[in-house]
């Protein structure tokens, strides 16, 4: 039977989801512990890759096994697993669902403080003054646009750079705490960080939102600004369709 397992992860420790051939990765991890509690290989596939250093508040991945997988697995798995990794919940799908191709949005959440505090270890500090109005209007303009090589790591392996945005939106969530909201339908790699760089690079005031859109236009990564810390940045929802399910069970997440 194949199974979805929801998990999160703070990825301080970690060189990203994927298997490294240089450091330790949540799905390596992840492999050893299910493979072990089931005694059978287990191989997990995620529903994307974070980067080094990258948190998950929810990912899914799915496996395949014949032997049972259920709460009392979730129970074993997490008492197995280093306390940086926590099992929510592991369930039945169909034999074509798919945690990657499968999902029908993704949304990350990148959190910025404006002053200094020794509690906080997963939000970039920025301590220039920003107008969240401006990078609240430039990132309006990315629903405008689907191809987003401006953002994306060079030299990767996809086959295509467009991604359809459905969200992208500056709160603030405590004082002197701003969390970036953004949901698409896939990302490129480092694509959250590039965006939230270059957003920045508009709230400080050296870039304007016309020049904003120049950047998307330009397909130059180059052109963007820095990739902000990765620290910051949470996987925190991926959606799918209802229909992959076999039983009435779908991410006990709700989008921010």
């Not at 359809?164 to 705490?177: E, N």
């Not at 990739?227 to 991410?251: K, R």
Request: aromatic fraction near 12%.
């Amino acid at each position: 039977m194949r199974f979805f397992i929801y998990l999160s992860y703070d990825g301080t420790r970690y060189h990203g989801w994927q298997i490294q051939p240089n450091g330790i990765s949540v799905q390596e991890v992840l492999n050893k512990a299910l493979s072990t509690l089931l005694h059978e290989p287990i191989e997990v596939t995620g529903a994307g890759r974070t980067d080094a250093g990258v948190n998950a508040s929810m990912m899914v991945a799915h496996f395949d096994t014949g032997r049972e997988a259920d709460e009392q697995l979730v129970y074993r798995l997490n008492k197995y697993l280093p306390q940086d990794i926590a099992i929510q919940k592991i369930v039945p799908v169909t034999s074509e669902a798919h945690a990657r191709f499968s999902a029908t949005s993704r949304t990350y959440y990148y959190y910025i403080i404006t002053e200094k505090t020794p509690f906080e270890p997963y939000a970039y500090r920025f301590p220039q003054p920003l107008d969240f109005d401006k990078m609240n209007e430039a990132a309006q303009t990315l629903f405008d646009y689907t191809d987003f090589t401006s953002f994306s790591k060079l030299h990767t392996d996809v086959k295509t750079n467009n991604c359809r945005i459905m969200h992208a939106c500056w709160t603030q969530v405590a004082p002197h705490k701003w969390q970036f909201t953004i949901t698409a339908d896939r990302f490129l790699r480092n694509m959250v960080r590039a965006i939230v760089g270059t957003l920045l690079d508009v709230g400080r005031g050296t870039l304007s939102i016309e020049q904003f859109r120049g950047i998307i236009e330009q397909k130059d990564r180059c052109s963007a600004g820095t990739s902000v810390p990765g620290n910051a940045l949470f996987l925190s929802n991926i959606t799918y369709p209802e229909d992959i399910f076999n039983q009435n069970v779908n991410s006990p997440f709700p989008c921010g």
